[in-house]
């Protein structure tokens, strides 16, 4: 039964996303829209099962969503702080780096997550990644201190990845 679980749902968490996306997006809460948002749910996760050999495991969502909040708060910040640089800092008084961030993670899935979180933050952008994945390269619009920003990604959001793909 169970080998019929995992077969049939090989992402459950993806399956029940699906289908609260197909909900969304037709604006409609109904009986019909759940069942066949659903169907979408199992069809597609199913579907594209060959293509995710690798799942992670141990996946721990409680620290996984107290690393959204701190990502949400460094998004905020870097906003005002990225405004302020605009603002008040001339053009020709810009810092900007190149920082190559040796990566502790494994994990592709973990990296991946590093990786947006690094872009999403305003004033950052992950523009490679080393062959072997072992190395990230960072832009950073203005610093003082590429190592103290290197440091700063690698304890502030490396070490709770580290955590949450376990």
């Known amino acids: 039964m169970k080998r019929l679980y995992n077969w049939l749902l090989p992402h459950p968490l993806l399956t029940l996303l699906l289908a609260l996306v197909w909900i969304l997006l037709q ?4 009986a019909g829209m759940a ?5 979408l749910g199992i ?3 199913r579907g594209t099962a060959i293509w995710w050999p690798d799942q992670p495991n141990g996946l721990h969502l409680g620290k996984m969503a107290s690393y959204t909040l701190v990502v949400l708060w460094d998004i905020l910040v ?7 640089i605009v603002l008040t800092v001339p053009n020709a008084k810009l810092k900007p780096a190149w920082i190559v961030i040796p990566l502790d993670l494994r994990m592709p899935e973990a990296i991946t997550v590093l990786a947006g979180t690094i872009t999403l933050t305003p004033g950052t952008v992950s523009a490679d990644l080393s062959d072997q994945g072992r190395c990230l390269l960072v832009h950073v619009l203005h610093t003082d201190d590429p190592d103290a920003v290197r440091d700063d990604i690698k304890s502030r959001y490396e070490s709770r990845l580290m955590e949450i793909f376990t």
């Open 78 to 84: 870097a906003n005002i702080e990225v405004a302020w």
């Open 35 to 39: 069942v066949f948002g659903l169907i």
């Open 27 to 30: 604006n409609e809460l109904s």
């Open 43 to 45: 069809i597609i996760p």
